[in-house]
């Protein structure tokens, strides 16, 4: 079927004050007058997430994130990656992203190729699909007398239809897509290992991640407690968190690839084998729809014994949160 057309706008606007922060696209501008609001400001981000919902069809940014402090403290990164998330969960693929930002009170211009950048690694879209452009209120209103800064936001994206999840659910089905998907760590690939635990059974349970750079530096460690849950469920977590933290990391479009010791998990995940179990069955989507936003991720099978690393990870989360 073929791909369908959808355009999103998204606006903010918040007040400036002196000494602030000023993040813009996540990327942090170095200046002595920044943003206000309840998470860091980022107007550039706020409306980009805002035209990702208009895209989608998935209402507006408040819908999401209600301003009722209960988002207070949360990054414009944090935020972005999640409606990213959703935004793809719903059959998106994001095109191009433009974005203009009203401001007297800063100049913007030598700042532009970092927020693009910075937007290119949240977003998974090349630096060259992102325009960022600056204009001036010639000293009208709020923004022009220095006191707010403004970001219209449009994007470009494409949906397939209602058929977007059948047809990648079952792209995991098929002997081309599992040998696709089995990989060996080499030079120039980031290595990450996961793995989950549970205590149970289901029981307390908690997963881990580990990943290090193409030259072999530790690139991200990260545990998470997930209450309770099954062993099998924890490793689909292991495997979710890994590509939160490549996210994070700006990995979209290097060489990955995602070490694990259980057979179940891995066998599913490279097709072949198929999902039956329903709470399974919608991680292992999750799972794909993320991939998706990815170049080059691979799996790799390795024995218990080589992701020790990983294990005490996520046995040491679980002993945190039991003392």
């Given amino acids: ?78 935020l972005l990656t999640q409606a990213m998330r959703e935004f793809r969960a719903a059959g998106m ?10 401001a007297d009170c800063v100049r913007l211009s030598p700042h532009y190729r970092s927020i693009k950048e910075a937007l290119a690694g949240r977003t998974g879209l090349p630096a060259g699909d992102i325009s960022v452009k600056a204009r001036t209120m010639e000293g009208l209103g709020e923004v022009g007398t220095g006191k707010a800064m403004a970001a219209l936001v449009v994007v470009l994206a494409t949906a397939s ?14 002997e081309d897509y599992s040998l696709a998907q089995i990989g060996e760590v080499a030079p120039g690939v980031i ?27 530790a690139l991200f460690e990260e545990g998470k407690y997930l209450g309770e849950a099954t062993s099998n469920e924890a490793e689909y977590s292991a495997v979710l ?18 070490q694990l010791d259980s057979a179940l998990v891995f066998s599913q995940l490279t097709g072949k084998f198929k999902v039956k179990d329903t709470r399974m069955r919608e991680l292992h989507r999750e799972a794909l729809l993320q991939l998706r936003s990815f170049a080059d991720v691979k799996f790799r099978k390795i024995p218990r014994a080589e992701n020790s690393e990983a294990d005490m990870l996520a046995n040491r989360v679980l002993n945190n949160q039991s003392k």
């Fill in 191 to 217: 290595a990450v290992c996961v793995d989950g635990a549970s205590r149970g059974n289901p029981g307390p349970a908690a997963a881990a991640a580990i990943g290090r750079d193409a030259e072999g530096a």
């Fill in 241 to 258: 968190l890994a590509l939160d933290c490549l996210e994070k990391a700006g990995a979209h479009r290097s060489r990955v690839v995602i």
């Fill in 93 to 102: 693929t994001l095109e191009q992203v433009d974005v203009t930002v009203f």
């Fill in 161 to 174: 239809a209602r058929t977007e999840r059948a047809t990648a659910e079952s792209m995991l089905f098929g």
């Fill in 1 to 78: 079927m073929q791909a369908k057309y959808r355009i999103g706008t998204g606006f903010d606007v918040h007040r400036t004050e002196a000494g602030a922060k000023l993040v813009l696209g996540t990327a942090e501008i170095p200046s002595d007058t920044g943003l206000v609001s309840e998470t860091d400001g980022d107007v550039i981000s706020h409306a980009l997430i805002d035209a990702l919902f208009a895209a989608a069809g998935l209402g507006d940014i408040g819908e999401h994130f209600p301003p009722d402090g209960s988002q207070r403290g949360r990054s414009s990164r944090e």
